[in-house]
């Protein structure tokens, strides 16, 4: 039996990873804070706003239950700043060659992002057996990421974009499923509104509806 790799360990004990764009950094401890009283402490920290840093910074400082990944990696230098800001992770929407070599020689546990079996075929020449599926349901949805698994049964898979609530339960019970990433645990409207406790009660629903 093969030995789970760090990045798949990782999405096995999370099931669910929140897609974090922070805009403001006094919304970083809030938000990091509600989410693991909501039961989910591993956290997709997106490279979206010039505020990331600083929140991944502060939350990192001020909620040491979360486990915090640096997304949307884009080049060498963004996996760079994830090792210098302590991320435990790091996941990109796609994945260039510069940045899988980058990535197979720093060490940082990588999800890279792959929509086609040529993208997944370059991710696993380098050894990258856990991915991120993106985006899901436009390349695709549930349909597409089955056939995925027929050739490639070794890979395990985190799907994200397009996909809420009520769908997350049935991607998780895909066998090449080891989790779900999404933007709706914490959404854009509540967090500008500082509602903590409501993004507290998506987390727990979320998470009491899975399998």
Do not use: H
Not at 51 to 64: F, L
């Amino acid at each position: 039996m093969t030995t789970p790799s760090p990045a798949e360990a990782l999405l096995a004990q999370s099931r669910l990873v929140p897609v974090l764009t922070i805009d403001r950094v006094e919304d970083a401890v809030p938000l990091a804070r509600a989410l693991v009283a909501g039961g989910i402490t591993t956290l997709e920290i997106t490279l979206r706003t010039a505020a990331a840093p600083a929140a991944i910074e502060a939350i990192a400082a001020a909620v040491p239950e979360a486990v915090i990944g640096l997304g949307t990696v884009l080049t060498p230098a963004d996996l760079e700043l994830g090792l210098k800001l302590g991320a435990r992770f790091a996941l990109s929407p796609g994945a260039t060659p510069e940045l899988l070599d980058a990535a197979a020689s720093l060490g940082l546990p990588f999800i890279p992002g792959i929509a086609t079996a040529s993208e997944l075929m370059a991710a696993m020449q380098r050894g990258f057996r856990a991915v991120k599926f993106f985006p899901a349901v436009p390349a695709g949805g549930i349909p597409a990421l089955k056939a995925l698994g027929a050739p490639f049964p070794m890979v395990r898979f985190c799907p994200t974009g397009g996909i809420g609530e009520e769908q997350a339960a049935e991607w998780l019970a895909l066998p090449n499923v080891l989790a779900v990433g999404g933007s709706w645990l914490a959404p854009p409207a509540l967090m500008r509104a500082g509602q903590w406790d409501a993004i507290t009660d998506i987390a727990r629903r979320s998470l009491a509806r899975l399998p």
